[in-house]
């Protein structure tokens, strides 16, 4: 019994760490003239990242200028992200019957892969930024492949 309660304590942290990297995710899709602003400062232009912010924050202060209206598609991305967030509440509180979300989770986080690939080549991102977008599928994948090896775990010793 004492394994039941710690695996479903461990399945309630990571679950909890999901979620606030999929609501700070989402937060961060919303003040990008701001972050990039900061970026780029500190990156001080100097190195391929550098110039890469550089590049664009000026995208987007024109982009803000002219055609603010563009913004509200990250606001919505913003948006998926906040709600996605929200469903993985009921793998926090009930894993086990909930286990179809850690899968979901593990496809979305597979589909990241080739999204950022092939959609970041057709827009001209840099292979390297493409990179570190997978590395999000990469890194979220972790723990919730963690998460439904436990609740698997649970639900035979339940049965």
């Known amino acids: 019994m004492k394994r039941d309660a710690f695996l479903l304590k461990i399945i309630r942290l990571f ?11 989402g937060v961060t899709a919303i003040p990008l003239l701001l972050e990039t602003s900061w970026l780029a400062n500190l990156m001080d232009g100097k190195s391929a990242i550098g110039e890469w912010l550089t ?9 803000q200028a002219h055609y603010p209206f ?3 598609g990250t606001d919505w991305l ?8 929200i469903a993985f509440i009921g793998a926090w509180r009930e894993p086990v019957r909930n286990r179809w979300l850690f899968d979901f989770g593990l496809i979305a986080c597979a589909l990241v892969i080739p999204y950022a690939l092939v959609f970041g080549g057709l827009r001209g991102i840099p292979l390297w930024w493409r990179l570190i977008d997978c590395s999000f599928g990469v ?21």
């Open 55 to 63: 590049r664009v924050h000026e995208a987007l202060e024109q982009t």
């Open 70 to 72: 563009l913004f509200y």
């Open 78 to 85: 913003a948006f998926g992200h906040f709600v996605i967030a």
């Open 139 to 159: 890194f979220g994948a972790i723990p919730l492949w963690f998460c439904r090896k436990w609740a698997c775990e649970l639900e035979v010793q339940k049965s």
């Open 15 to 25: 679950t909890f760490l999901f979620i606030i990297g999929l609501f700070v995710s």
